[in-house]
């Protein structure tokens, strides 16, 4: 059997083997998982695996709103939280700033399922939690309450959930938690720090509409060093002269893919004008000085977005108050304040050099 060794003078696999065979051991219990799954009669899809899906990991604080739990448990302890939770369980937790956005990733999976009714490739939510245990009915309650469809449960009773997020191959991290979210980014794991809106906007519940800042977010933070370290003329000269040179990747760069990825398998299907998803690129580049290259860079990946926004400077928050984007992630601070005044829910990139001055703002 895979695995397994015989005989004292059977030679000790060498790591590429020993990497096939755990391959060949996941996939044999994923067959064994679909033989059971297959045999049982529900409505519900089954999760995909996960080298196929396109995993979301969300954090419990920025799936609902538990502003008053954090104070009872920062004030009053974990024992003093737990038992508020238990007391709690059959009261429904409202939604948190990452919700609306889960809520249109479903939206994306059910259309996808209509299209594709055996593939997997399509998103996979999982609640990646610090919680313990005990807490996890009202969870459960509450996702049921409104009809999310979240499978896996990650609960790490004060842990950090960083291995957990490498084993579950997980393409975005999204918490509440800055520290956590830091951590992530550093482990390489694309990620970002979720913000509520200060004003209640209606969103498409019929559209994923999801906005990128482009330096040191879908790009690295090389252009950005040059703007901070020798001032705007030096970085539009820099730009024109690599005007044909891509920029390095950023973190955001795969989940802007894997974006794209499902937004083809519409077009495939002629849903090019109906597709469920769309994207945005809002920056504060100005097209004509330094645009280009961000284009081209694009371009190269293979990758579109369906629109983009030049802004040479101007604030961020009025051009998203009319996209309306599930959610806005930018690298600056105040560009996420700015966007939270107006009612876009933003996720802060903790990248490149801009974090530097923000700390030492």
């Keep these: 059997a895979p695995g397994t060794m015989s005989g004292s003078g059977s030679e000790a696999p060498q790591p590429s083997d020993a990497a096939e065979l755990r391959l060949q051991e996941a996939e044999q219990d994923w067959a064994a998982a679909k033989a059971f799954y297959d045999n049982l009669a529900s409505k519900r899809p089954r999760p995909p695996k996960p080298q196929h899906a396109i995993t979301v990991a969300v954090s419990s604080r920025a799936?609902?709103?538990l502003v008053e739990e954090r104070r009872i448990f920062e004030e009053q302890g974990v024992e003093k939280y737990v038992e508020y939770q238990q007391d709690n369980e059959n009261?429904?937790?409202k939604p948190g700033p990452a919700f609306y956005f889960v809520k249109?990733?479903?939206?994306?999976?059910?259309r996808l399922l209509e299209l594709y009714p055996d593939d997997e490739e399509r998103f996979d939510i999982v609640l990646m939690t610090n919680n313990h245990a005990q807490v996890g009915v009202r969870l459960i309650n509450s996702i049921?309450?409104?009809?999310l469809t979240i499978e896996r449960f990650c609960m790490t009773g004060g842990k950090s959930p960083i291995g957990y997020l490498t084993a579950y191959l997980t393409n975005l991290y999204l918490s509440a938690d800055s520290e956590k979210v830091q951590e992530a980014i550093e482990a390489g794991i694309a990620s970002a720090t979720m913000f509520t809106a200060n004003k209640d906007v209606a969103y498409s519940d019929t559209q994923l509409r999801v906005a990128f800042d482009g330096d040191a977010v879908l790009f690295s933070d090389e252009s950005e060093q040059i703007v901070k370290e020798k001032g705007l003329d030096t970085f539009f000269e820099h730009e024109q002269l690599n005007e044909n040179k891509p920029l390095a990747q950023g973190p955001l760069k795969g989940f802007l893919e894997d974006l794209g990825k499902l937004q083809k398998k519409f077009y495939a299907k002629n849903e090019r004008l109906?597709?469920?998803?769309?994207t945005f690129l809002v920056t504060a580049r100005s097209a004509a000085s330094s645009g280009a290259r961000v284009l081209k860079t694009l371009r190269s990946w293979g990758l579109e977005v369906d629109e983009a926004l030049f802004l040479a400077g101007a604030p961020k928050g009025p051009i998203l108050v009319k996209?309306?984007?599930h959610i806005f992630?930018?690298?600056q601070m105040f560009h996420i304040e700015g966007?939270?005044?107006l009612g876009t829910i933003a996720a802060h990139v903790p990248y490149g050099i801009a974090q530097k001055y923000h700390k030492s703002a």
């Design 104 to 110: 249109a990733l479903e939206h994306v999976n059910a």
């Design 91 to 93: 009261v429904t937790l």
């Design 274 to 278: 109906n597709c469920p998803i769309r």
């Design 63 to 65: 799936l609902f709103d």
């Design 329 to 331: 992630f930018d690298d």
């Design 339 to 341: 966007a939270q005044k």
């Design 323 to 325: 996209i309306r984007p």
């Design 144 to 147: 049921n309450h409104y009809g």
